[in-house]
């Protein structure tokens, strides 16, 4: 925390207010650095961020302009700790690491724990991390190696290789005693693991239980035996699962021959929650992943495919219109009412889509009552159909002093809101089910089905009730 | 994990699988249950789930049958844990707490840590509430009381009052001496707290440190002293963003005066993460709470507000529309390609507004680089709507073979993608500074922008250029 009251007021008072009493940076730090940076006053940057959390560090850099972040780091030269890398947003990450010699990475990496060094690692580009492994030490060159054999994202990858694993046959006393003369134990750890004499794992000790046993007491009269175990190949989000479900704080990694090879902590975890949650929220609207910190050419280029795939939709919506071209040059009450039943069958399915996403990523949607579900869904989908055919019927009555087109509206209304919860439910359970990530597609193919049916449905009835 | 070959493929091949060798629950033990209790076969129904982990058989629960579930709690008797309970989605628990006898949950409660307590009492009905708090000891029943005195949502309430604190003059050797004889420690922790003379926190060492170091060595050499120290009365989703950017599992929660009265663990923060996240994707839908488990009308109510919103915002495009009816009836083409434009700035504002609401939740959005990011979403809402003005601009002139009309879509169609990514990006920031959550009203505000805005500019080119 490094907090100075403003020496004047400049904030915008459109925009949001940092409170001076919460963690992390406040916009007034980042303007300080900013002007400082600007200024090339190196000792004044110096002592406004040297006593920041690396995390906080990262935060600042993301907040600086593009010019200001690689000046930030050359005035902290050695004070710059290469962990705040694995806090930055991985955008920002390649361009700063690219400015970087491979000699200071491989430096820097050595003496990191393993997931934090493959974390950076894995982001390099081909010749970087060719030049970086030259210029690792052979033992972390292999570590390095090995881990970036798993698969991206799967618990190989996340994992810490660092841990403490003791034999069956020790007492908490030996175990005490072991810790205090060993040197390669990792910095923080809350589990220790007992295994057998071919190192698979059969059982672990929370350190708060085994500080609180007596010395002569054996591991496995205290050990818990219903451990959940992670194989290395297992993806990143079913290891989130798992701690999400069992309240986890860390668990045991085994190689397929059942040895404990690493361990998982609930850090990781929780960046992992933090990042699907994410992919979920921006895959609903199109976007790939976080581009805050994109240039604008790429932001351009990502949204564009999005866009290009809503443009053919809209254009679809629009060829069902030009079908009913005759109906609407003489009842043009029609136009001016259409996109209501369209809009509505949107939203409505919208609401839908959005519980079955999020409840398929929670695991609370399955086979077991997805039918259930789809039920449900069409039933509210009625009701509401029901009360707005009403509302939207009285309208459009009203207003254009026509009762049958009330009528019209009002049963295009029921229709659309039923088929949209009808593909709001099927439309993700399907894509699930293909084993396409229901967060993806859902959306774009949801708002095809409602607007195409809610314009069929409300012209189509026009057309053979009206003229 | 009760997990048996299927006697029959009974399976749904529509459905999504769950896999065998997964964490939790299988589609085929719901089932199992389902049928076992269908048949009141009592003995059978025990077997299959005795063994289930309190979070795996709340979610059984949760895939039951409404009717199923009190008859499985019933079946289960003094062998159903009420702390499955506190993994219950909440209107599920609502539903099975009320049809408890007030004794029974009095009994458990004074059972659990103080945090999962709280949890589950705060969502007892005020009667409930009062019975329960008659039946508990007079001790467990203050800690209920003042838990509860605490905002919703704050630190106070997710905290748990079990926890180690040990005064400055400590060794290691005398606090493991401590451990082992005191009872009231809690299940599991991670870190102990050093307090001063006024039971103010003034560091804490990690359990790993402590069991490496030697007993004579003082605390006080050992602690870390930047501490990040929670407010009692400070919101969870602040806590959130302290463990996140800070990799803790656990941080001492202290009172007004800065005495240390509880501990907030990474468990918790986990599930405020998820809720949180949960939360701004359904809001952005119009969801308010998971309704997954809600019945057809609690759901059909909830869901009605937020339509009717958009029914309003429906007829405001309808009006733009009804303006330029004369011109329509001229131009009928004009109504077939006029959601085109609309539906683009739907989208393309949709999402700007997605990142802003994330990276405003996350922090990464601040007023730091507030203004760095509307302009740069601008930029790229010019850049899509000029490449996308040429694509439906060519279209729309192929398909009508009218030129004119490709020259209007394009001019509409740059005009509401900048005023997309304008809106989608100011939006969430306006509603922030005025302490509206973003989520809530952002994409109904937003797509009432781009329908009139792009229903505006192209049917008013129109009627000045076309007529």
Redesign the interface.
């Known amino acids: 925390m490094a907090e100075t009251p403003p020496e004047h007021d400049d904030?915008?008072p459109?925009?949001?207010?940092?409170q001076p009493d919460?963690?992390?940076i406040s916009?007034e730090l980042?303007?300080k650095v900013a002007k400082a940076l600007a200024a090339g006053k190196e000792r004044k940057v110096h002592r406004l961020v040297i006593d920041l959390?690396e995390?906080?560090l990262a935060?600042l850099l993301?907040?600086l302009?593009r010019d200001d972040r690689p000046r930030l780091i050359e005035f902290l030269g050695n004070d710059f700790d290469l962990e705040v890398l694995t806090h930055l947003?991985s955008s920002l990450r390649e361009e700063l690491i690219e400015a970087m010699e491979p000699r200071q990475l491989a430096d820097s990496l050595s003496d990191m724990d393993s997931d934090d060094a493959v974390d950076i690692f894995e982001d390099l580009d081909e010749d970087a991390q060719r030049e970086v492994l030259e210029a690792l030490p052979r033992a972390d060159r292999l570590v390095l190696e090995e881990s970036l054999s798993f698969p991206e994202d799967s618990a190989g990858r996340i994992m810490q290789r660092e841990l403490l694993a003791v034999p069956s046959s020790w007492t908490v006393g030996q175990t005490?005693d072991y810790?205090?003369a060993?040197k390669d134990?990792?910095?923080?750890?809350?589990d220790l693991y007992i295994v057998d004499p071919k190192h698979q794992p059969i059982g672990f000790v929370?350190?708060?239980?085994?500080?609180?046993?007596?010395r002569p007491v054996p591991l496995t009269d205290i050990m818990t035996d219903d451990m959940?175990v992670v194989p290395i190949e297992m993806d990143q989000e079913?290891v989130a699962?798992?701690?999400?479900?069992?309240?986890?704080?860390s668990a045991p990694v085994v190689d397929p021959g059942g040895r404990l090879v690493g361990v998982v902590t609930?850090?990781d975890?929780?960046?992992i929650?933090?990042e699907e949650?994410?992919e979920?929220?921006?895959k609903?609207?199109?976007?790939k992943e976080?581009?805050?910190y994109s240039a604008?050419?790429d932001?351009?280029r990502s949204?564009?495919s999005?866009?290009?795939i809503?443009?053919f939709?809209?254009?679809a919506?629009?060829i069902v219109?030009?079908v009913f071209?005759e109906t609407?040059?003489r009842v043009?009450?029609l136009?001016?009412?259409?996109?209501?039943v369209?809009?509505?069958g949107g939203?409505?399915g919208?609401?839908t889509?959005?519980?079955a996403?999020?409840?398929?990523a929670?695991?609370?949607?399955?086979?077991?009552?997805?039918?259930?579900?789809v039920g449900?869904e069409v039933?509210?989908g009625l009701?509401?159909g029901l009360?707005?055919a009403v509302?939207?019927g009285a309208?459009a009555w009203l207003w254009f002093d026509a009762p049958m087109i009330g009528v019209i509206i009002g049963a295009a209304m029921v229709i659309n809101l039923v088929v949209a919860a009808l593909s709001g439910a099927l439309v993700p359970?399907?894509l699930?089910?293909l084993g396409v990530d229901p967060a993806v597609a859902s959306s774009v193919l949801l708002?095809t089905v409602t607007?195409v049916i809610g314009?069929f449905a409300f012209l189509g009835l026009a057309t053979v009730f009206l003229l």
Chains 1, 2 share one sequence.
């Not at 929370?206 to 007596?214: D, E, G, H, V």
């Not at 136009?335 to 209501?340: F, G, H, K, N, S």
């Open positions: 904030s915008d459109w925009l949001p207010e940092v919460s963690y992390g916009a980042v303007r959390h995390a906080d935060d993301e907040h302009d947003d005490i810790m205090r060993a134990l990792p910095d923080d750890f809350y929370p350190l708060s239980r085994a500080m609180r046993t007596k959940k079913e699962y798992l701690f999400r479900q069992y309240g986890l704080v609930v850090d975890v929780v960046h929650i933090d949650a994410e979920d929220l921006l609903l609207a199109g976007v976080t581009d805050l604008v050419l932001t351009t949204r564009f999005w866009l290009l809503n443009l939709t809209a254009v919506a629009s219109i030009a071209e609407i040059e043009v009450a136009a001016v009412l259409m996109p209501i369209a809009s509505m939203n409505a919208t609401q889509l959005t519980v996403v999020r409840a398929l929670m695991r609370d949607l399955s086979a077991g009552n997805a039918w259930r579900f449900k039933l509210v009701a509401n009360m707005f509302l939207a309208l359970l399907g699930e089910k708002t607007d314009f």
